[in-house]
Each structure stands twice: as C-alpha cells, then as structure tokens.
C-alpha cells in the first residue's frame, strides 16, 4: 500500500473522531484560518452579530454603482470590492458595486459544478473513486472528505460531499463521471457560461483552487447562482444543513459534513430567511460568498467577492438592505393578445410569411421596485428573441428611471397551446 494512501485512511479517520464528537455543536470555521482549506470544523462561540473588521478595507467607503440610479434606495457600504444583490424571481439588480470586475471565486465554483452534476447525471447512481480523481489534488491543506482509489459513493454523497465539505477531490469525480475528463468538463462548464449570459468568466477547473485563468465576477455569479437555484435538484445539496455518509467499502467510519455556511439557521451568524448557499476562501481570492434568503415573496441572491471575516457582514448588510427596501409587484396589463408586426427581412429569415403575429402571455409578470414606486412609473419595451425550444418569444423589458427591474415572456399561439395541455 502506499504512504499516501495511510496518511489518507489516518487523517480521515481523525476527521471522522473529531467531526463526530464536535457535531451537533460544531460550526463550520472562519475559511480565512489558512490557504486553501475551507473544510475543517471548530467549536463557535455564542455570537449575537456578524463581524466587522477594524479598520475597514479599502473598499468599504467605495460607493455602489446602483446609487447612481435616481430615486434609488442609497446602498449600504461594504467591506468587499465586488458584490451584487439580485432577485431571483425578476432578475432585478438590486445592488451592484465592481459586479464586472473578474475576481477569483474560489470554492463558490462549486455551485457550477453541482448544477451541471444535477443536469447531466443520474442522481440515483453511484460512481467508484479513479486514482486521477482521489490523488488529482496536490495542494496542501486542500479541502476534502479523503476519498480513496477504489472507493464507491453514491451520487447523492458525492454531491453533498461537494457543497458542504467543499470537497475538492469530489469534483473531480463528478468532471470525470459526467464528461470522462476534467479538461471537458471544465469545457462545459464554459459553454454554461456562455449560454447563461456571463461575459467575465473563465473557468479552469471544477472546484476553484487558485489559477489565474480562473475568474469569474459577482454579476457572472449571480447568473449562475440564479440558474442553479432554478434547478430542484441543486437546491437540495445547497439548503442541506447536516447530512452523513456512512461506511464505505473503503474507509469504516461514518463521515459527518456541516454546511459551512455560518447564516444559517442555528449556525454561528444566522440570519432570518437565509436558505443556503456556498462559502469559499484562498489567499488570492479573499472570502467569497453567496447566499440564498427569502422572505415573503422574495427570493434574494447575494454574491460578494474579495471580502474579509467571511463576508458575513457584508451579506447581512446586503439581504437587509434588499429586504427593507423593496418590494415585488405584479404588473397588469389585461389578458388581450399582443401584435407584433415583422420587418419584410425578417418574414424571410424566420420563414414566416405574416405581416404581423399574436402573442399571448402565460402569467402575471412582476416586477421588483423600490417601496412606495408603484407601477405607473414603469417604462416598457419589446423585443423579438430567439428560443431554442420553437418560435421566437416577445419578452418585454420593464424599467424605472431607465434601470431594468422586470421583465415578461408572450408567447405565439402554437407554442401557447402547448404549454397549456
């Protein structure tokens, strides 16, 4: 047997003592404690608010551009030199301060990796660890659950061994499983990317270890973020809060993961409304964060990138500023269809020969506005787009002092039908 493979089998049974004798007392440590690592375990102590450095960072006086929206809520300022807030639901930016800026995203490239898992995979099967993929780590003090070659999981264990261990030998796994190598995973993950409307982002591996041809800024992230959210299947390894996995045909203890993610609820910073989401921290990249928070009939996404203390205050700062500040609005506009007339180009591009097509909406579009701004203040555009699933779509935009805070999707009569069986 090699040495390695001892040194596995002993920290991991260490980890598994400690884990198991810490639990249900244990929290999730400050990712800041060193390099790499965001993946060990501490007793917390009793806490009531979350930390604020002293000084601030140099960012922190740094205001966000959204204050330059008029008759927009003034944004909190924030230790971070990226972050946004959007809302899930209408897409709306909330706050956005440096959200183009490439940063390194660290661990929070998990949550790409674990929406394309929950895509491409069956997440009733199971996959057995490749040597590449249990010893393809080479950093120290990386974060892992010590996975060995040989060893069988199944992919419900894998996943959550990604998104609360932030085990970073499991991604490659899942690289492997789903595209038979890292390198096309990480071209996939590329092409995700793209197709979801990031313009900063280059991906380089599956788990975010420091590499400078891996970056990604905060409004990126937020898209991604969003999509994963979207996705059933993901939000059950994101909101987990505790979760076991037992026995293996290669290790004998039961491992015991913990969401690393200090707000939530019954963790060190909890904060109401707080569902989940994804820590992450290397030297290059600071604390990175993104967190899932509803209340009421808002589904928030904060994401700040390249902040300190586990940029627990400043997504506290955030979720309350977003929370306390706006509200989402349902925008009426009658159930009559609406025309839109097509160039005489674009009756030959599309192969359709009409002058002008009915649209049809499905739903009630809602927008997302500042409280008290009420919906006549609303200005409206259209818009023909292309759909991969059939014919074009008319989306309307919908803006407050010429800020995006909505949008709705009519749909042509075939498709409108269908939807409807």
Not at 89 to 110: F, M, R
Not at 410 to 421: E, N
Request: glycine share 6%.
């Amino acid at each position: 047997m090699k040495i390695k493979n001892i040194t596995k089998k002993i920290l991991c049974g260490v980890l598994a003592s400690v884990m198991a004798c810490s639990f249900p007392a244990a929290a999730a440590a400050s990712e800041e404690s060193s390099g790499y690592y965001d993946g060990y375990y501490e007793e917390a102590p009793i806490v009531t608010a979350t930390p604020t450095p002293d000084p601030h960072t140099e960012y922190y006086n740094q205001a966000p551009d959204t204050d330059s929206i008029k008759e927009w809520p003034a944004g909190p300022k924030i230790e971070g030199e990226s972050a946004i807030l959007m809302d899930m639901s209408t897409g709306t930016v909330l706050y956005a301060k440096n959200a183009d800026k490439a940063q390194y995203p660290a661990s929070i490239t998990k949550i790409m990796t674990a929406l394309l898992a929950c895509e491409r995979l069956d997440l009733n099967g199971s996959l057995t660890m490749s040597e590449s993929a249990a010893y393809g780590i080479t950093e120290s003090n990386s974060s892992s659950i010590y996975a060995d070659t040989g060893e069988q999981f199944t992919m419900d264990q894998v996943l959550m061994a990604v998104m609360l261990q932030s085990a970073n030998e499991m991604t490659l796994a899942v690289a492997e499983e789903a595209c038979g190598s890292v390198k096309k995973f990480v071209e996939l993950m590329n092409q995700k990317a793209r197709q979801l409307g990031c313009t900063n982002t280059h991906f380089n591996n599956p788990n975010g270890l420091p590499d400078e041809l891996h970056y990604t800024s905060a409004r990126d992230m937020a898209k991604i973020a969003r999509a994963a959210w979207l996705n059933p299947s993901f939000r059950r390894y994101t909101t987990r809060d505790y979760y076991e996995i037992p026995p293996t045909n290669k290790f004998a203890e039961t491992r015991y993961l913990l969401n690393h993610h200090k707000m939530m609820e019954g963790q060190q910073y909890a904060y109401e409304g707080v569902l989940g989401g994804k820590t992450g921290y290397t030297e290059a990249a600071g604390n990175t964060l993104v967190t899932y928070a509803r209340r009421g009939n808002m589904y928030l996404v904060a994401v700040v990138m390249k902040s300190v203390n586990g940029a627990y205050s400043d997504t506290a700062a955030l979720l309350d500023y977003g929370f306390n500040n706006f509200s989402r609005v349902s925008v009426y506009e009658g159930a009559a269809p609406v025309s839109a007339s097509y160039l005489p180009a674009e009756k030959y591009i599309r192969k359709d020969y009409r002058d002008s097509v009915l649209f049809y909406s499905l739903r009630t579009p809602t927008v997302t506005l500042p409280n008290g701004v009420g919906t006549d203040r609303l200005a409206s555009s259209r818009r023909l787009v292309e759909n991969a699933a059939g014919l074009p779509i008319l989306e309307t935009s919908y803006a407050f002092n010429g800020w995006q805070v909505g949008t709705a999707s009519l749909y042509q009569k075939t498709l409108f039908s269908d939807l409807l069986l």
